[in-house]
């Protein structure tokens, strides 16, 4: 940190990076475990539907689940072998909460379906593109796990100029994407190409930390051919890799809060969903496996391992001689974002960066005897990369008033845990966020299933008393009719009656 | 087995800084502690007893509080022991033993604990407490005495100074001397101008290495400064409110001075003699009391200074940093309501931003 950066405060923190060695480790393949539990959500949006069944044999890359609904992703079988159940398996979700999944027993041959690439992707249709990358289903793998075709559509509509690959990857500990940009700079190059291509964009920057000289060198070099791509070197600071900040690093471009980064015509995505996309296009390959950082000083032998999609973290951290020593924390993903597992027989899935076991000193964080109290020192105020007082509206929500939590700018919290990392008073500041936007999306939906349910009582209640009125009405026509009816049949017989009594 | 045990779940992050608000707390009495050793060496053994009763009177009341109203004790954040510091250094430095008592009484349980305890109170304890002595025992509170250094042939030894700080009897004349600012009041209200005041052999002066009469600590401006810089450094502070606490009283120091010498005390005299130093980095800069934001601090800052030297020029009170601290910490959540920071991709007003096409 320069002198500078004491003097003018910046948003953001500079935590302790520890990427390396594990940084610096070749990359590892594992072995494909005997079975793999691939789940149907990977993504944001509507789970996949299943479009296997029990005990049918599947090709590695066939279609396990298809989307449905417009934002939602395909999911492929991660190897060849038998489909043995679709059913609900432990989620990689703090939650705990059971998530569908189809299980699949390998069968040891790994054998690829029949896939269809394709030589020169610059002669395709954008819209091609778009829809050849949602047939492989890939998804952002920085951690937003968005649906990568809809983006790229969106893109196109939106007519966007700049293309930003996401090479920060600010999150200590991780290195997938540093490895990646060391060893395949050329493939997310190519991919940089074919996206531009698919969106009509202009130029493309590369955006990279500057903790990650070797990968600025490597994507420079290659990137060297192609003046539309520019790798840009960024200062070393989280969330340096969030989107918006990003953004605002390399363009100045400030995306408006209630915006998607095309309003302002940009387009971000993440240099392993680029090099992905190049994967799904140039060879018709889905996102079956993906780089996963293994990391912590719980851990015997950290670095960057190829782990096949649905594989149990257990087994990536067995197959990287396991545990030194018993960690005090799982975590899946990044130590600023990344989620706690309560043990680790989850699988992996598209967005897991990295599994980190950290130790007890690693971890440490949370003040054993609770929170302090606040000292209102304002830390969190010049941490938050947002701008928000992390402080009012964490008093806001210690005393229920939700309300005046997004007052303060709530809902446009992006959970990234500056203001916790420097808390002096270690208050947990992310957990009251985040429970908070909980409470509120939950009144939100009970509001909307009120609101529906009355919807349905008042249609009821009118449908019983339109039904009551018709029945009346119906009634009432045929009594009148009846009456009609006996009238006549009184008149007709008093018409007859004169004639009988004359006849009588 | 699984070695992970499923317990509560944690949120992020799993990682942190490493602050702590003992850590801070140590760092700010750090950076005092040249200024108060030099205090205390200068003013020898009565400013010592003073300096340990109101460190013990705060750490005492902080608990007894804390004990009546059913709260576990927190004294070891470390707060209580700063404010009987702070405390300490703004009290003349032979003051009685009960200014000490009295004054952290003030500062610990009305200043902060009825407020609710730490980071709840919307004065500076150290200050209230100070205001409070100064108003109720203006005489005591304004007993200067000259530099006594310990070792020095004058100085009172130990057996001495107890007699001093149980019984406070009158200082010999010998002893007890002005201090600048108060001299400056004296000499002006009898309407002599400050030219010829300070002409005189046995005016007070101003001294940077702190060989003056004053506070027990405020008085090594340099070692004061030194601390200051030590907490701008370590980030404890940032420098917006001190930059502009000094701004906000040289400038029109300068200004006054410079049309008109015989009325108005000049720049040097004004941030080498009472609390300036001590006021701009160590008391204005209180986390519960100030603003959070920087533009917040500095018109925080600015109002300290500027409050200060009204006081001091046109007040009835030689000194006006307590009174100027107390002013704006009843601002400060007026300020923080109308300088929020704007959120990213919003405006001021918190309505969206205007897309632009890049
Ligand atoms: S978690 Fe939210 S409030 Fe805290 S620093 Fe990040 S954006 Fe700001
Ligand atoms: S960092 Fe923690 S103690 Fe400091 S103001 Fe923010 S919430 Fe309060």
């Known amino acids: ?504 | 087995m699984n070695p992970i045990s499923a317990g509560d779940v944690i949120a992020s992050p799993h990682a942190h800084g490493g602050g702590s608000v003992c850590m801070t707390m140590r760092r700010v009495m750090f950076a005092l502690t040249p200024a108060t050793l030099f205090g205390l060496w200068l003013f020898g053994w009565p400013a010592i007893n003073l300096f340990v009763i109101s460190l013990g009177s705060c750490l005492l009341f902080e608990l007894i509080s804390q004990l009546l109203m059913g709260k576990s004790p927190t004294l070891g954040d470390g707060s209580a022991l700063l404010t009987g510091w702070l405390l300490a250094l703004t009290l003349p430095p032979w003051a009685p033993w009960w200014t000490g008592v009295v004054g952290g009484f003030i500062a610990i349980v009305i200043g902060k604990q009825v407020f609710g305890g730490l980071g709840q109170n919307l004065f500076n304890p150290a200050m209230v407490a100070r205001v409070a002595l100064l108003v109720s025992f203006p005489v005591v509170m304004t007993q200067w005495v000259a530099p006594q250094p310990l070792g020095s042939p004058a100085a009172p030894g130990f057996v001495e100074s107890v007699r001093i700080t149980l019984t406070a009897p009158p200082l010999p004349d010998a002893v007890a001397s002005a201090s600048l600012l108060g001299h400056a009041k004296t000499e002006q209200s009898r309407g002599v101008d400050l030219v010829k005041a300070f002409a005189s052999p046995t005016a007070p002066v101003t001294s940077p290495v702190g060989l003056r009469a004053g506070s027990l600590g405020e008085s090594a401006s340099l070692l004061l400064l030194a601390g200051g810089l030590y907490l701008l450094f370590v980030k404890v502070i940032g420098w917006q409110t001190p930059l502009a606490v000094l701004a906000g009283i040289a400038v029109p120091a300068a200004i006054a001075h410079g049309l008109d010498p015989t009325h108005y005390l000049g720049v040097g005299a004004h941030l080498l003699s009472g609390a300036a130093i001590l006021g701009a980095f160590f008391i204005a800069t209180d986390y519960v009391t100030s603003p959070n934001t920087a533009a917040g601090q500095l018109i925080f800052g600015l109002g300290v200074g500027l409050l200060t030297w009204i006081i001091r020029t046109w007040g009835g009170y030689p000194e006006g940093m307590a009174f100027a601290v107390l002013l704006m910490n009843a601002l400060a959540p007026v300020i923080d309501r109308y300088l929020k920071p704007r959120i990213l991709g919003r405006r001021r007003d918190g309505r969206e931003l205007e897309p632009a096409q890049s």
């Open chain 1, 1 to 504: 940190m320069g002198f500078m950066e004491r003097l003018i405060p910046h948003w953001g923190v500079h935590p302790d990076d520890r990427k390396r060695p594990a940084a610096d480790a070749p990359v590892r393949r594992m072995p494909m475990p005997t079975r793999l539990y691939v789940p149907l959500l990977q993504h944001i949006g509507a789970p996949a539907r299943p479009i296997v069944l029990v005990g049918q044999h599947v090709f590695k890359g066939q279609l396990l689940a298809e989307p449905q609904g417009m934002v939602s992703a395909a999911i492929h079988a991660p190897t060849s072998g038998t489909v043995v159940a679709i059913g609900e398996i432990v989620a990689p979700h703090p939650s705990g909460l059971p998530l569908v999944a189809v299980t699949i027993e390998a069968d040891g041959e790994d054998r690829w379906a029949d896939l269809v690439g394709c030589n020169d992707p610059f002669a395709l249709d954008p819209q091609e593109i778009a829809r050849r990358v949602a047939k492989a289903g890939v998804v952002g793998m920085g951690g937003a796990t968005f649906p990568s075709a809809v983006k790229l559509a969106g893109g196109l509509r939106a007519k966007i100029s700049t293309l930003i690959a996401n090479g920060g990857e600010c999150e200590p500990y991780l290195s997938c994407d540093d490895r990646l940009m060391r060893d395949r700079a050329a493939d997310i190059v190519d991919g940089i190409r074919i996206v531009l291509h698919a969106t009509g964009a202009r130029e493309a920057l590369v955006g990279i930390e500057d903790n990650k000289p070797e990968a600025i060198a490597a994507m420079q070099q290659v990137a060297a051919a192609f003046p539309e791509v520019r790798v840009r070197p960024v200062p070393t600071r989280y969330p340096m890799g969030s989107d918006r900040q990003l953004i605002m690093e390399l363009t100045g471009c400030e995306v408006p809060a209630d915006s998607r980064a095309f309003d302002v015509g940009i387009l971000v995505h993440n240099v392993g969903t680029l090099a992905a996309v190049r994967a799904a296009i140039r060879f018709g390959q889905p996102l079956v496996s993906r780089l996963v950082t293994l990391n912590g000083g719980a851990l015997r032998a950290p670095g960057n391992i190829e782990v096949p999609i649905g594989a149990l973290a257990e087994e990536v951290i067995a197959f990287a001689n396991g545990f030194k020593e018993t960690p005090a924390r799982l975590v899946l993903g990044g130590p600023m974002m990344g989620i706690q597992l309560p043990h680790a027989r989850v699988p992996v899935v598209k967005s897991t960066s990295g599994i980190l076991a950290l130790t007890a000193a690693e971890a440490a964080g949370q003040n054993l005897r609770g929170p302090e109290p606040c000292i209102r020192c304002g830390s969190c105020v010049r941490a938050c990369p947002v701008g928000l007082l992390p402080l009012e509206m964490a008093r806001r929500i210690a005393s229920a008033d939700f309300s005046g939590a997004v007052d303060f700018g709530l809902k446009d919290c992006i959970a990234c845990g500056c203001c916790a990392y420097v808390c002096p008073a270690r208050i947990p500041l992310v957990q009251y966020f985040n429970h908070t936007k909980g409470e509120l999306a939950a009144l939100e939906r009970a509001k909307l299933r009120a609101e529906a349910t009355k919807k349905l009582v008042a249609a009821r209640a009118e449908r019983i008393e339109r039904e009551t009125r018709e029945k009346a009405e119906t009634a009432a026509r045929r009594k009148a009719d009846r009456d009609a009816a006996k009238k006549a049949a009184a008149a007709a017989a008093a018409a007859a009656a004169p004639s009988e009594e004359t006849a009588a």
